[in-house]
């Protein structure tokens, strides 16, 4: 079963229940599931007719709108298998799509927030050009939910030529192609930009389907429920959530440009009752919405970029009378891979970590190949379906993350709660050996965020010929003041003694690197600030 079956599936059972939601001018314009499935179906036929087919990639360089929802459907019930791109993405980072994932098509937004993506696209277009064997995509722009159809769509060739979607084709029907092999590939995803480059990290049919329905499940979804899809379906956070919902046989409220007032006020509006962020845009949203009916809330589920996503949950479940949960996940492996149900109480659910939501994936806790079960921390390791099966155009990047009998390196640090149960610890590469002890930094960074002053905090390693210093910066929170010896001694207070950082810099705002799924602080760059004041 492919995820367009799936969904089909659910549209032939109750075809007027309400899959989408969007945003047309003032209004909120609903779109049933047999609406959806005939977008899907319409764009399946035009792609069949421009040839696309069984191994053929599509980009989607679109935001959160129902077109975006139809492609996705369409490219997999196809054969094909879709790279989402960000509408943040730069000439750098779409060359770098062009010239690993070599789409036959790409779908862009014309005239998106005022982003003239088209220039971009011929910029990268031309970079991409110069490498062997390469081929230039044919251009489908399309414009926002009730806008008329591009007006020079010619400008958009970039050497494939253009085509616009046929509003009066008929639908292609299931049964008039063949059900391609769910062991296609089907989805690419991109990291958060906190790696880098995108990694293009891509998944089978059958093992996303199965991810989807868990994440419903996991979220406790079903009829009734509203997810506000606010994250890009070109990043597994964004991906995982919309469809998880969809699956589950809920509404997805689309939300292309993200508004923290927006978002409040289409939960108490709206009927929004779920809702899925990293911490960093949890916070803008915990702000605005301070005083606000978001009681409408049943589930929220939020990534720890930040280290602020524990006292968020706080605020959350105090306010809303909401179920939050810590998640993980990667691009490697999905979103939404391990969460804390009602079972778990608080405040460990709030936690990075938990269950895993998919019952076919394995995890363990290694040292290399060595399994650790004695408790203590090691990579976090996975085996099963849901495991990265491709990275487009760098097969070498398989054999460098896997292990020689065959577990998926995460590069993360955890610690085993039982066999289907995990902490997220920190990344391994962030792990400090702080007078022979192994030290995770956001242990400290929590102690400093827990001053009264401070706003942000995040604690990084640098190392010494002695071995590793812990390092605190922290933004402090408006009009608040404080400076870094105070907070140094505030650790020396309750903190063993290879514990306390042996500086804390007060600092105006954290570097950052924004992408896919939201903001993150850049540790390598407070690794670089902290060896220069160290001298």
């Known amino acids: 079963m492919t995820v367009l079956s799936h969904l089909s599936n659910l549209a032939e059972h109750d075809p007027s229940a309400t899959a989408v939601l969007e945003p047309v001018g003032d209004d909120l314009v609903a779109i049933d599931r047999a609406a959806l499935m005939s977008l899907a179906l319409r764009l399946r036929r035009d792609l069949h007719d421009q040839g696309f087919g069984e191994g053929d990639c599509a980009a989607i360089w679109l935001p959160n709108w129902s077109s975006a929802l139809a492609w996705q459907l369409a490219v997999g019930s196809l ?3 879709v790279i989402g791109v960000n509408t943040r993405y730069n000439v750098h980072e779409v060359t770098h799509v062009l010239t690993l994932a070599r789409p036959k098509v790409v779908a862009i937004a014309d005239g998106f927030v005022g982003l003239d993506l088209i220039n971009r696209l011929r910029e990268a277009a031309a970079a991409a050009a110069s490498t ?4 230039a995509p044919a251009v489908v722009p399309l414009t926002s939910p009730g806008d008329a159809d591009v007006a020079d769509s010619a400008s958009y060739d970039v050497g494939g030529g253009v085509w616009l979607p046929s509003a009066d084709t008929q639908p292609l029907g299931p049964d008039e192609l063949s059900e391609p092999t769910t062991d296609q590939l089907y989805l690419a995803v991109t990291t958060s930009g906190s790696t880098g480059l995108p990694k293009l990290a891509a998944h089978k049919q059958a093992a996303t389907l199965e991810m989807i329905q868990a994440a419903g499940r996991a979220m406790m979804a079903g009829p009734g429920d509203r997810l506000l899809a606010a994250l890009p379906f070109s990043g597994t956070f964004g991906f995982v959530g919309a469809f998880g919902m969809l699956a589950a046989g809920g509404t997805i409220v689309l939300h292309p440009s993200f508004d923290p007032a927006e978002v409040v006020r289409r939960v108490g509006a709206d009927g929004i009752t779920h809702l899925a962020f990293g ?16 009681s409408n809330l049943k589930w929220v589920g939020m990534a720890d970029f930040q280290g602020s996503s524990r006292s968020l949950a706080q605020m959350l479940e105090e ?8 998640l993980y996940g990667s691009s490697e492996t999905f979103a939404l891979l391990t969460v804390s149900g009602p079972e778990i109480a608080a405040p460990e659910r709030w936690e990075p970590g938990g269950r895993l939501t998919v019952d076919s994936l394995n995890y363990r806790i290694a040292d290399g190949e060595r399994v650790i079960t004695d408790g203590s921390e090691g990579e976090v390791q ?5 495991a ?3 990275y487009l155009g760098q097969p070498h990047q398989m054999e460098q993350n896997y292990t020689a009998d065959g577990w998926l390196r995460s590069g993360d640090l955890g610690r085993a709660i039982d066999d289907r149960a995990f902490r997220y610890v920190c990344r391994a590469a962030e792990a400090l050996r702080l007078k022979g002890f192994l030290v995770e930094p956001d242990e400290i960074a929590n102690h400093l965020a827990s001053h009264e002053a401070v706003e942000i905090a995040k604690v990084v390693g640098v190392r010494r010929d002695a071995g590793d210093e ?5 933004t402090l929170k408006p009009g608040a003041a404080v400076n870094g010896e105070e907070l140094v001694e505030y650790c020396r207070a309750s903190l063993a003694r290879y514990k306390v950082p042996v500086a804390v810099y007060v600092i105006d705002e954290m570097p950052v690197t924004t992408g896919t799924n939201g903001t993150k602080i850049r540790a390598a760059v407070l690794k670089e600030w902290a060896a220069e004041r160290l001298g």
Not at 319 to 326: C, D, E, K, L, R
Not at 382 to 386: H, R, V, Y
């Open 279 to 294: 911490d960093d845009m949890m916070t803008r949203v915990v702000e605005v919405g301070r005083g606000q009916d978001l």
């Open 319 to 326: 306010q809303a009378g909401a179920h939050v949960t810590g």
């Open 382 to 386: 996975f085996k099963g379906p849901q």
């Open 470 to 474: 812990a390092v605190g910066f922290v």
């Open 79 to 81: 054969g094909g298998h």
């Open 388 to 390: 990265v099966d491709a």
């Open 132 to 135: 062997d064997g390469w081929r």
